[in-house]
């Protein structure tokens, strides 16, 4: 008796499972969770996971929040990458609910061919993408030891199946002065505000040098506390982006002559840390070409100048992509809203997102099958 086409077999476990990934995804939307704090995403990821055989593991790579469920007996290791955090204020507004479920449901689908097919299949739960980097953790503490591909979706406005994913470092900036009275004594302070503003201004005049794909941008977390005291601490928070790890080196500097103005000009004392620097995605282009055959056939579509790109965003992703073949296709939830928006937080939630959490799974399994079918690629993925 010939085995069943495994391609169905996954639909079909995917559109089974259709309903309840639903719930997974809305019940994440519903009680959104910062970075490193997605106690209740990550349980939920943990009992689908649990229930549907998977072997899994919590509090991967030292992070409470990390998840790892595996199935199957190889040796083809496909990697499933699941996000669930969200936003300060906003909520879902990058849709990171329909990621985790797509995700789940991808893993559900293969874990039906995984023994036909040579697979091993991780839905791999990371948190913290909104600035946390938790797939960098993740990755320098071995989590992604064994992986031969990396697949997720991200919702946007439209569909796209390359977009461009900058290289990103997030800078806390400090600086400390002396404060004052500031109608009596003025002359005796330092004001620490006033660094921030010649900074802002040199980083404004600084945007004249730029490339079309630069980005510097951010918030003052801290200017001061009244009116009348001359600030002695102030903060911000800037993210600087590029094309490229050495582009975003280059920038770096140029900023931090700015933010050096500041302190010059003041005479105030600075300081910056930064955190965890998100590279750039290299996206596999066998892998992008069968995600693009699969998605089409769900009725998808690539081309159109109407539609929103959510392109030159950054994201930890880039990271895996340097260590390991990879996608991260954009997957249109319809209507007009873009992402870091309240509008795209109610996009994320509405039937439209919940389409797309159907179409992002069995889109995501039928590029592993594909993987693991087609030799020449199969080898591939197996040598490196």
Request: charged content about 20%; glycine content about 10%.
């Amino acid at each position: 008796m010939p085995e069943l086409d495994p391609r169905e077999i996954a639909r079909e476990r995917a559109e089974r499972a259709h309903a309840a990934l639903v719930g997974l995804s809305h019940w994440i939307h519903a009680n959104p969770e910062l970075s490193f704090n997605e106690t209740l995403a990550a349980g939920w990821l943990t009992e689908w996971l649990d229930k549907a055989g998977f072997e899994v593991q919590r509090g991967v790579a030292g992070l409470d929040t990390a998840v790892v469920g595996s199935f199957g007996p190889g040796p083809l290791h496909v990697g499933l990458i699941a996000e669930y955090d969200a936003l300060p204020g906003i909520g879902h507004a990058c849709g990171h609910n329909v990621i985790a479920a797509s995700a789940v449901g991808a893993g559900v689908a293969l874990a039906g061919v995984a023994h036909q097919l040579g697979l091993r299949v991780s839905v791999i739960g990371t948190p913290a993408e909104e600035g946390g980097g938790g797939k960098i953790t993740m990755l320098e503490q071995g989590a992604f030891e064994g992986v031969h591909m990396a697949l997720m979706i991200h919702p946007g406005p439209a569909d796209m199946l390359e977009p461009n994913v900058l290289a990103a470092e997030t800078l806390a900036i400090t600086y400390r002065g002396q404060a004052a009275h500031a109608a009596a004594f003025p002359e005796r302070g330092v004001n620490a505000a006033d660094a921030l503003v010649v900074a802002e201004v040199a980083v404004a005049l600084l945007r004249q040098r730029l490339r079309a794909t630069d980005r510097v941008h951010g918030i003052v977390t801290r200017g001061g506390e009244a009116s009348n005291v001359i600030p002695d601490h102030t903060t911000a928070e800037l993210m600087i982006r590029a094309a490229s790890g050495d582009r975003l080196d280059q920038l770096r500097e140029m900023v931090m002559a700015c933010l050096k103005a500041g302190a010059v000009a003041s005479g105030a004392e600075l300081s910056v840390e930064t955190k965890p620097a998100y590279r750039e995605m290299v996206h596999d282009r066998q892998l992008v070409a069968a995600y693009r055959r699969n998605a089409e056939a769900l009725g998808r579509r690539f081309e159109g100048e109407d539609r929103i790109e959510f392109n030159n965003f950054s994201s930890d992703i880039g990271n895996i992509s340097l260590a390991m073949p990879a996608i991260h296709p954009v997957l249109g939830i319809g209507g007009e809203a873009i992402n870091h928006t309240a509008e795209f937080t109610a996009q994320a939630g509405s039937a439209e997102a919940d389409q797309a959490i159907l179409d992002g799974a069995v889109a995501l399994a039928w590029t592993a099958v594909d993987a693991a079918t087609d030799p020449s690629l199969r080898e591939r993925l197996l040598a490196r």
